[in-house]
């Protein structure tokens, strides 16, 4: 089993609509999780940070964590077309940083 | 504001040839993580330092491959003898404290092996 799976593909939404990303991990006492935006050419860009169950907000993100289910997700409020890019799930544990291959997401105007 | 620095940015080699990649972490972080990512591959952990100190390089191959954080000066990924398969992007992190906290990425190195 993977460390952390991003299973989706491409992801289309209408300007506007909502994103939503998953993404499952499989180490129990990982701590803390992320969110990093990737645009073609550029760097991982942390976008959202989550630590305990529940769920965060941050403008037009919200980031989800459920422990007990092992299960990460991204929500992106009135998406907009400088919104697609990769996103990449991360989770630490080990002296690291465990990534998944991310979702690819395009916003169509 | 200085971010994560990485330099250089772009860096062509031939076979044989070494590479040396410098990465700056952010003002006031002692943690240091490097990271490679082929074309179309997710992000691979290599090492992760901490000034002086090599905690962790369990992602690193054995062979020919080596970092290091000096006391003084940038974080340097070094590869020796490069092959047409280490042609990769190169991501270096940063964070504050331990792993558990945020990283920050510097703009990355991509590397060309001729």
């Known amino acids: 089993q993977k460390e952390v799976e991003q299973n989706s593909g491409p992801l289309s939404v209408p300007e506007g609509a909502i994103a939503s990303l998953n993404c499952t991990y499989s180490?129990?006492?990982?701590?803390?999780f992320f969110w990093y935006r990737q645009y073609s050419g550029k760097s991982p860009e942390l976008i959202m940070s989550i630590y305990s169950n529940g769920d965060k907000e941050d403008g037009r993100f919200t980031a989800q964590l459920n422990k007990a289910s092992q299960y990460v997700s991204l929500l992106i409020r009135d998406s907009q077309p400088s919104d697609s890019a990769t996103y990449l799930c991360?989770?630490?544990?080990?002296?690291?940083?465990?990534f998944g291959k991310g979702n690819q997401v395009v916003v169509i105007p | 504001n200085a971010g994560v620095m990485q330099n250089p940015r772009h860096l062509v080699r031939r076979r044989g040839q070494e590479a040396r990649l410098r990465c700056s972490p952010m003002k006031g972080h002692s943690h240091v993580y490097w990271y490679r990512q082929l074309p179309e591959e997710g992000l691979k952990f290599m090492v992760y330092?901490?000034?002086?100190?090599?905690?962790?390089e369990s992602g690193m191959p054995k062979e020919r491959f080596s970092a290091e954080f000096p006391k003084e000066g940038p974080s340097i990924l070094r590869i020796q003898q490069v092959v047409r398969g280490d042609s990769a992007a190169y991501f270096c992190?940063?964070?504050?404290?331990?792993?558990?906290?945020?990283?920050?990425f510097g703009p990355g190195t991509r590397l060309t092996v001729l």
């Open positions: 330092l901490q000034k002086e100190n090599i905690i962790d």
């Open positions: 991360a989770v630490s544990g080990n002296n690291r940083l465990a």
């Open positions: 992190a940063s964070s504050l404290s331990g792993v558990y906290n945020e990283q920050f």
């Open positions: 180490d129990r006492v990982s701590q803390s």
